[in-house]
């Protein structure tokens, strides 16, 4: 059983800054991808942030330039530094971990709670 944990969100201003961390834990064999989505009320969930086991890293057009995705492999966790928020930026972010949780498994998708991010203008 894998559990992720997001925490940082919260409130900002336009053109503040927030980092949100997301912790996975539990049997963990191995970690392919972690990454990053939002949730805006009543629309489709959207990928913006992905990193590799390589570190090879995705972004969306939408956060391109403003987001950083990074990761601490020991710890489990990866990070979303979020510069130059805008309103458009609100939304439930969550974290997605693809991990196996043992050799014999395949990959699998695991999913925190979702943590809001709230930026005024």
């Known amino acids: 059983q894998v559990q992720v944990v997001e925490s940082g969100g919260g409130m900002a201003q336009t053109g503040g800054s927030l980092t949100l961390s997301c912790a996975a834990s539990?049997?963990?064999?191995?970690?392919?991808?972690m990454g990053w989505h939002r949730q805006v009320t009543g629309q489709q969930r959207e990928l913006i942030a992905v990193?590799?086991?390589?570190?090879?890293?995705y972004y969306a057009d939408s956060v391109k330039g403003r987001f950083t995705i990074s990761k601490d492999s020991d710890k489990k966790t990866v990070y979303l530094q979020m510069n130059g928020l805008k309103p458009e930026d609100t939304a439930v972010y969550y974290c997605?971990?693809?991990?196996?949780?043992?050799?014999?498994?395949?990959?699998?998708?695991?999913w925190g709670q979702g943590i809001q991010v709230t930026v005024s203008s």
């Open positions: 539990g049997t963990i064999f191995s970690i392919n991808t």
């Open positions: 990193i590799s086991s390589g570190s090879d890293t």
């Open positions: 997605a971990i693809e991990a196996a949780s043992r050799r014999d498994l395949l990959l699998d998708d695991y």
